[in-house]
């Protein structure tokens, strides 16, 4: 009976573990879009300082707002004194509703 609970305890927690590291990644891929976009525009006030491709999530950076599920939603950069173009990455941030 104990080794059935275990065996339990040990899918209820590899369960959590998958679900969690799915977030990661999902919020990572998120991150390496923003940091594309970074990498594509001229910066001379360095608003995007914050965005920091080595952290695990972009919803700490300056000027973006995330979900829930830590999923970017929204990129206000609206009077950064920004030039370039808009990388094409942009396109795989599936919860982008404002940019």
């Known amino acids: 009976m104990a080794s059935r609970n275990f065996q339990w305890e ?8 998958t679900l969690a590291l799915i977030h ?3 919020a990572n891929s998120d991150g390496d879009a923003l940091y594309a976009l970074r990498r594509s525009l001229s910066d ?22 995330c979900n829930q599920d830590n999923r970017v939603t929204r990129v206000d950069l609206g009077n ?6 808009l990388a094409p990455e942009l396109g795989k941030l599936e919860h982008l509703q404002y940019l």
Do not use: I
């Open 44 to 65: 001379p006030d360095h608003v995007l300082q914050s965005w920091d491709p080595t952290l695990v999530n972009p919803c700490t950076w300056f000027h973006v707002t």
């Open 10 to 17: 040990f899918l209820a927690a590899s369960l959590t573990l």
């Open 24 to 26: 990661l990644v999902e």
């Open 80 to 85: 950064s004194n920004l030039s370039g173009h």
